[in-house]
């Protein structure tokens, strides 16, 4: 049972393990602090910056940003992105790295990583708490283990919407030596310039783990060892922090790291409207060899401002302001270096060092705050002694030099306002206020009150109102002066409505007469067809009627401006549609022209026009003129066009006489005339085209092919035309007929007949022919040849045929001489060549005598003879010697090569029938190697299955004819390899 229930409490504690986050585990959060700036609107962004102890596990986050309002609705925008990092904040001396740069540094290195998120905020709230969280802070002196790194600000969007959270200008992590004073300031600047207060709170760890209202936190600060007033580290109560600018000193007494907290809190006008928490690490050194810096302020260096008993240095708004300061270290040795935040607290202003890496550096601060720079701006000092003496780290000392920028008396802003308007009037830099006015404007009745700090001023004239206030500070500045300029709308007349053209420019003037002292500014609306929409006087262009509208503002004045219209009619011209026009001779052309009727229309010449002064007449031109037509309108340019009239003649025709020819003759159309002539522009044309050279000729040339009618055509290319015709009549000759197309062998002859009405013919070609100029001539071509005979009739007509003679291929047979044949064999014909038909004698031992490949076995030796003919009935003879030999013939090669090619064995060749007795092959020392009575039986070169070697070998061949006679050989054989 024991071990049932030690096994049970093993599992829970491995599940509890299982449950708790990733990263758990993770000794590497030293601190950071969110921080908010507002954009636009309700949106916010929000960052991050989270410092990374390089001693414990790498990368950061991630971070989500949960929010909640003072109602306990709670958000989420998800986890931030990040956008740098990591960056070294603590870097070593040179030759000594931190843990950053190596792993094995024992000193120690801290990284910068910053993530950002934007946030719309859901409604308003006068106090909305944003956090974010992450496991596990590394090891510190003042609280135990390692719990989780929590860190929040906040904002009240319901009295402060648009306001920013301060944020810091000094980076962590402070490095300090155990047992030695020591200084140190975070820098938070408020970008909205209200009020700081500084406070410790302890550590905070978070216990749950979603974004959710008002999240459990725990209190990290080991208590009652620890308390927040005066020793929230290990400092021996030495730990002093200033509410009022931030600054930290103290005498730390145990070496380590350890984490505070400090709150800085945000007022407005006395009202809590926001917070941030900075949660960083103090790292406690020993052994350390360098003496802290001192800083002291040069009093006689101070010019522009005093200083107050507190140690403040006080200046005013708008005037320059100069003090020097010196840091000083008691080791000769120390090679100090000065740097500050007054670029964020002070901007615009400027650090001049003197004597740097030193152990005394003099240091000088100019600026000239602006009238809203008012208020503390607390100037943080860094002193760094650059010696890099052991441990190796840059030592550095925070100072605070507090600066207050008194206000001054100011009336915001100079003002101009219409007759009938008011402005209020707002003094500020006093609490109580008097008002005067000096002559030469409005009495000071035009005031609502005289005695306040925003009276309302309601002047006729331009007026400079002069306030005095209570402020007697340092400054001596308690009075100002403020001018309200009263301006009286310009007087501008843009004139009546008009009339104008298209095209045509037109003068604008609006008779501005300005005021001495005062600016305008004009603004024609639209701008079309303006030559410039800011002067009194453009020029108009317009293309349509259109309605101007002039605005003339007063110096700037918008509500003061004086308008005034003007309406432009346009009259859009017209549109000639008429073209060139070419017309034939008695044509009335009608205009075709559209325009605005209120012009005055003119034509000119007026010949053949029916009405000079229409806007779009009837011509009936007498010969070709360019016509003008100008449209006119007071005030506007004339508007001209033209298009030109072409009168052509209608043409009087002649074809010329009718014609007969014979077919395939020429004619040149001589005849044909065209009136009047003088006119050079005729198209012409002849119809149907085909039998012409040149249809689009006055005289083409003609060829006879077939009977036609030709239409001639004559025409202007205004379609002003006359036709004639003429009658082509062509004969065409069918009398003449030649004999048929032949077939011949070669060396034949044929026989060539021509018949018809000819009364002479002609042959070509004039070779292989026995006469060119009979009627029936004998041919006799050596190849396929076309002879083509002329004939001509009584009327020297001609006709023409052709006769094809086709030489087909001569007969041809290949056969051998003569052969021999053995007893018991045959032989088969084999006659090649192309012939198709055969006949043979005799037919004695013939297997057939009218095929090709007939078998022969004659009984004596015997001559045969073939005919070939081929199948265009070609012929060919040949003949050949069949010898029948009495006795049967044996016969050995000589050499052999074993393996797989035509000559691999070895065995006896023989002619007709033979019986082996015996084939044996010996080797060169009497060893049988081989032996066998088959004839179809060889030595494949190897003895028991072993190859055998290269060399010569001895045959021995015993064989019987068919007629008993006994065959005996012998000889050598040589086996190749």
């Not at 002067?535 to 262009?541: E, V």
């Not at 052509?648 to 025709?653: F, H, N, Y």
Request: with cysteine; glycine share 8%.
């Amino acid at each position: 049972m024991k071990k049932v229930t030690s096994l049970l409490y093993l599992c829970l504690a491995l599940v509890c393990v299982l449950l708790l986050p990733s990263s758990a585990k993770a000794t590497h959060c030293a601190g950071g602090e969110l921080t908010y700036t507002w954009l636009h609107d309700s949106t916010y962004q929000f960052t991050l910056h989270f410092y990374r102890d390089c001693s414990g596990t790498t990368g950061a986050g991630p971070f989500p940003l949960c929010y909640y309002n003072a109602a306990g609705t709670s958000y989420t925008a998800g986890n931030m992105t990040q956008i740098s990092g990591p960056v070294e904040i603590s870097t070593g001396c040179p030759g000594y790295s931190t843990r950053c740069a190596s792993s094995a540094s024992t000193l120690p290195g801290y990284q910068e990583y910053v993530f950002t998120a934007t946030v719309i905020m859901p409604s308003q709230s006068n106090k909305w708490t944003f956090y974010t969280y992450l496991s596990a802070r590394n090891s510190a002196n003042n609280y135990t283990g390692q719990p989780y790194f929590y860190i929040d600000c906040t904002m009240d969007n319901l009295n402060a919407q648009g306001q920013s959270s301060p944020f810091f200008s000094v980076k962590p992590v402070p490095y300090v030596c155990i047992n030695q004073p020591y200084t140190y300031n975070n820098g938070a600047i408020d970008p909205n310039n209200d009020s700081l207060a500084y406070e410790m709170i302890s550590p905070r760890s978070i216990n749950t783990f979603t974004c959710v209202a008002n999240p459990s936190t725990t209190d990290i600060l080991n208590t009652p060892t620890y308390n927040l007033t005066n020793n929230p580290f290990p400092t021996g109560n030495t730990f002093v922090l200033n509410a009022t600018n931030g600054q930290m000193s103290f005498t730390p007494n145990q070496s380590g790291p350890s984490v505070v907290t400090i709150k800085v809190k945000k007022y407005r006008s006395g009202i809590l409207i926001g917070s941030v928490l900075r949660d960083i690490q103090i790292v406690v050194l020993n052994n350390c060899s360098n003496i802290q810096p001192t800083l002291g302020t040069i009093a006689s260096s101070i010019t522009g401002a005093i200083t107050d008993t507190s140690g403040r240095i006080l200046g005013c708004a708008g005037q320059a302001l100069h003090f020097c300061f010196d840091s000083k270290s008691t080791d000769t040795g120390a090679r100090l270096v000065v740097s500050a935040n007054n670029a964020a607290i002070a901007p615009g202003s400027t650090l001049t060092f003197n004597n740097t890496y030193a152990d005394s550096v003099n240091t000088c601060f100019d600026w000239t705050p602006g009238l809203l720079d008012t208020g503390v701006r607390n100037l943080v000092v860094i002193v760094k002694d650059s010696a890099c003496k052991p441990p190796g780290i840059l030592m550095q000392q925070n100072f605070i030099i507090p600066i207050y920028i008194a206000p001054i008396t100011q009336i915001m802003n100079d003002t101009t306002i219409c007759p009938g308007d008011s402005t209020t009037l707002t003094a500020v830099g006093g609490s109580v206020f008097t008002w005067t006015v000096l002559a030469g404007g409005s009495p000071l009745s035009t005031l609502s009150c005289t005695n306040c700090k925003s009276p309302v001023a309601k002047p006729t004239m331009t007026t400079r109102y002069v306030v005095t206030s209570n402020n007697l500070s340092y400054c001596n500045r308690n009075k100002d002066t403020v001018t309200v300029t009263v301006v009286t709308p310009a007087p501008i007349n843009a004139g009546p409505d008009t009339t104008t053209c298209i095209n045509n420019s037109l003068q604008m003037n609006i008779n501005l007469n300005p005021i001495p002292g005062t600016n305008y500014h004009v603004q024609w609306t639209p701008s079309t067809g303006l030559s410039n929409d800011t002067i009194p006087n453009p020029i108009a262009t317009p293309t349509t009627d259109i309605i101007y509208y002039v605005k003339v503002t007063p110096s700037g004045l918008g509500r003061c401006a004086s308008f005034d219209t003007i309406s432009v009619r346009v009259l859009q011209g017209y549109k000639l549609y008429t073209p060139d026009t070419a017309v034939c001779a008695g044509s009335t052309v009608n205009v075709k022209l559209l325009g605005d009727n209120r012009y005055n229309f003119s034509w000119t010449p007026t010949n053949g026009v029916v009405s000079p002064t229409d806007m779009a007449p009837a011509i009936t031109p007498d010969t070709s003129h360019l016509y003008t037509v100008t449209a006119s309108y007071p005030g506007c340019r004339d508007s001209i066009s033209e298009f030109f009239l072409d009168l052509q003649p209608i043409p009087t025709v002649y074809a010329g006489p009718d014609q007969t020819l014979c077919y395939g003759d020429t004619m040149t159309l001589q005849w044909t005339t065209v009136s009047p002539s003088s006119y050079p522009n005729y198209i012409y044309d002849w119809n149907p085209g085909g039998g012409l050279d040149d249809p689009s000729k006055l005289h083409p040339l003609f060829t006879a092919v077939s009977t036609t009618t030709l239409t001639f055509t004559a025409s202007t290319p205004a379609g002003c035309k006359a036709s004639d015709d003429i009658q082509m009549t062509v004969k065409k000759p069918k009398f003449l007929t030649a004999s048929a197309d032949t077939l011949l062998c070669p060396g034949d002859t044929a026989q060539l007949r021509v018949t018809g009405d000819a009364v002479s013919v002609i042959w070509t070609p004039k070779s292989y022919i026995d006469n060119d100029t009979s009627f029936d001539p004998k041919v006799y071509p050596t190849a396929t040849t076309d002879y083509t005979v002329v004939g001509r009739d009584k009327d020297n007509c001609a006709d023409t045929a052709t006769v094809n003679v086709t030489i087909k291929p001569m007969a041809v047979i290949n056969l051998p001489d003569s052969t021999t044949i053995f007893p018991g064999e045959s032989y088969q014909m084999d006659p090649g060549g192309n012939c198709l038909y055969f006949s043979w004698f005799p037919p004695l031992g013939l297997s057939a005598t009218n095929i090709a490949n007939p078998i022969a076995l004659p009984g004596v030796n015997t001559r045969y003879f073939v005919t070939g003919t081929t199948e265009y009935g070609c012929w060919v003879k040949d003949s050949i010697d069949v010898f029948v030999s009495p006795e049967s013939y044996i016969d050995v090669p000589n050499a052999f090569a074993p393996g797989n090619g035509p000559n691999n064995v070895i065995m006896p060749v023989h002619r007709g029938n033979v019986t082996l007795k015996s084939f044996v092959i010996y080797n060169r020392w009497g060893a049988k190697m081989f032996e066998t009575n088959r004839l179809d039986d060889g030595w494949d070169g190897r003895l028991n299955g072993q190859p055998q070697p290269m060399g010569v070998y001895v045959y021995m061949v015993e064989a019987v004819t068919p007629t008993g006679k006994r065959f005996y050989k012998q000889g050598n054989i040589t086996l190749l390899r």
